[in-house]
DNA sequence: AAGCATTTGTACGTATGTATT
DNA sequence: AAATACATACGTACAAATGCT
């Protein structure tokens, strides 16, 4: 004993080679958003592997949302901004696989949104409650003209919050989970019975927060948006699951 | 006007086509964890397409986690059960490549944990809370012997809380999260210099936290962690960004 | 505006190391 | 212990698509 310590090895893929080299000039900023890979052919020479392996490698890196290539482009795979779109598609899958129920991803809007409203009463902008207060001036108009520009008023009330709480990690979680939500419930919120009276409510839970806001009572504005987001979406929650979302009324 | 909307077709990869069945199959439940794929060249014969493609389809399913293959296999590549390394993935190179700050990462910490508390506090099972209070006793052992079990105890506590709120995405976010943090400032923790000091207020103000839930006043429990974990760790945190955290403290 | 060179997407064949039976 | 089936990796070839001249 007392002799080195060897770690296992573990044979590491070629095309993993590649893929953790380019990912690494990628987050170390070396290659930035919008600039070009060099063409396959290319390299495959400077990784000396085959072309078969850098396309894997490819494959991967686009799988996870940091290059993109075309068929046909002479300037190689593009470097691609961040999105949250790999975020969005392993909650989703989360959600289908995991059998992730409603109420646990309303409960998680319930957390998330609160926490942004709460962080927004104190941090925002005077022009951020200007658009909140314009969101909801739309949602009041789009109760007689359309059902769909009141969904969209909704999401950018929520966004413009969102971005108001001025974390970034809240904000795209938030935009993630709400679409999973949207699109759970899609069918459904379209043919409720008593859809206008949803939305004179949701309208009313809205200005309460808002004025809970201007007067800079942050945690009664959260526990509003709590409550408002409760009643939106308990009807489409089964009865029994009900009580693991008041657990969050105060 | 008035004749079908066509919608624009995008020329999608022979590769994706396979991704997409194979996902359809895992997702629908016809292939289950444990499972096993067809062999490379048993795709390529049901799916006629060659073996490169086969092989691409494989890396991207490999990449997105629902899948992996060992060389040499004779049973083909192995369908996983669902973990959350590919939300792990994405959020650290969200944490990574949008300089994602410390302070928004602790804060999205205090948001998670707070509301698992809250939760817990209602929902939990005697037995969760006995794992919780030996945790914490495992904590003050932990003060005199070494460091790395202080930080063990601390983990364990707050995953008994996460699972005790019974909601899996608060567990799963509180869990990828956390291990951001702490990877980020794993080498300051290690030497701070009124480290025991740390280690005791922390203990203290689990205790709290405990005491709180055993009174079965969740919002106090979960003010006292929010105060808590700002009390830890807002020493690693410039001065500038404080603000932003005491916004969360009622 | 059309054609050309280049690149990607796909296919097929082959060699090699590895895990299972 | 050998045989078998498999994944990994390489090389070549051709069609379709793209950007440039």
Redesign the interface.
Known sequence: MGGPRFEPVR?VRA?ERVVEQV?EA??SGSLSPGERLPSERELMVQFSVSR?TV??AL??L?????VRSR?GDPNGAEVLP?S?A??H???T??A???E?SLA??V??RM??DS?AI??AA??RTDAQFAEMESAVARMRAAVETGQDSFGEADVAFHDVVARAS?????Q??TDV?RSIVLKLISEKIADAPDREALMRQSIRHHEEVLAAMRAGD??LAARLSRKAMYDYYAGYIPAAEH??LT??L?
């Open positions: 044979a095309y990912e990628i987050e078969s396309r894997e494959r991967v686009q799988a996870r949302g940091l068929p961040f949250p790999t975020l598609k392993s909650m899958t989360l289908r696989v995991e992730l646990e991803l409960q998680f957390v998330l926490s709460l962080l104190r941090l001025g974390n970034k990690l809240i795209i979680c989970v942050g945690p009580p693991t657990a969050l105060d």
